[in-house]
C-alpha cells in the first residue's frame, strides 16, 4: 500500500551511461515532484508537474528529462550520466487544499 | 528568492536537555513543515503550520510558526537518544495558482548522547 513509490532503490552505474528512475503514486494527487539532495543533504527541487504539464523547471542540465504518463507516475531520465549526478532523487507528490507533501523512499544514485 | 535559514545545522545534545532548532525565511509563505530525516531513509512529516501564531505539538517535539517575523521554531524538551536524526523545515513557495513547491532549509542533525 505505499503511497509513493521509487524504483529502483539503488543505481550504481559508470559515467556516460543512461539511466531512468521511475515514481508512481496511488493518492490520487494531481501535482508530483522530483528533488534532488546532495551529498552534504541539501535538498532541491528539479521538476514539478501538475496533471501530467510541466509547472517547475529549475536549472538542472538538460541531460535530466521528467516525463509523466499519466498524473499517477513522473519519471526521470538521465543521459550522460556524470559524476555529480551522484545523489538521492526524491520523488514526491501533493494533493489539493491543505494536504501535505508525500515523499517516496527515494534512488540512491551513484556514478563510477 | 525564497532563502530558507535553518541554525544550527549540527546540534549535540545530552539526554533530558531542552533546545530550539530555528527556521527563517525570506518571503511571505503561509505554510510551513517540519520533516524529520534518519540516515539512509525518506523524509516523515512531522508537523504542518498554516496560520500566524500556529503551535503543535507532538510528543517531544512542538513547532511553531509566526508569519510576521518569518520564523519558524522547532522546540525539543527533555531529549532523548530516539530523537537523533537530521531535522529539515520547509516552506511553501507557490507559482501563481499552482499548488507550489518546497524550499528547504540545509537541516539540521541532532545527536542525542546519554
Known amino acids: 500500500d505505499t503511497a509513493v513509490s521509487q524504483t529502483p532503490k539503488y543505481l550504481v552505474t559508470q559515467m556516460g551511461n543512461d539511466k531512468s528512475i521511475k515514481c508512481e503514486q496511488n493518492l490520487g494527487h494531481d501535482t508530483m515532484y522530483w528533488y534532488k539532495q546532495d551529498s552534504k543533504k541539501f535538498l532541491k527541487i528539479m521538476f514539478s508537474?501538475?496533471?501530467?504539464?510541466?509547472?517547475i523547471n529549475e536549472t538542472v542540465p538538460n541531460r535530466f528529462s521528467p516525463k509523466s504518463p499519466d498524473k499517477a507516475h513522473l519519471n526521470l531520465h538521465i543521459n550522460s550520466l556524470e559524476l555529480g549526478d551522484s545523489a538521492v532523487y526524491f520523488c514526491a507528490s501533493r494533493g489539493q487544499g491543505l494536504f501535505g507533501y508525500t515523499f517516496g523512499s527515494g534512488t540512491r544514485l551513484t556514478v563510477v | 528568492e525564497l532563502k530558507v535559514e535553518q541554525n544550527p545545522l549540527f546540534l549535540s545534545m545530552q539526554e533530558g536537555k531542552n533546545y530550539t532548532i530555528y527556521c527563517n525565511y525570506s518571503t511571505t509563505s503561509d505554510r510551513l513543515y517540519w520533516y524529520r530525516q534518519d540516515p539512509g531513509k525518506s523524509l516523515e512529516s512531522l508537523f504542518v503550520l498554516l496560520s500566524n501564531g500556529a503551535v503543535k505539538q507532538e510528543g517531544r517535539l512542538m513547532a511553531s510558526l509566526d508569519t510576521k517575523a518569518r520564523l519558524s521554531t522547532l522546540h525539543i524538551t527533555a531529549a532523548v537518544h530516539d530523537l537523533s536524526a537530521t531535522y529539515f523545515c520547509a516552506v511553501d513557495m507557490r507559482y501563481g495558482g499552482s499548488q507550489g513547491n518546497l524550499i528547504f532549509g540545509k537541516g539540521t542533525k541532532l545527536s542525542v548522547k546519554p
Open positions: 508537474y501538475n496533471n501530467k504539464e510541466l509547472i
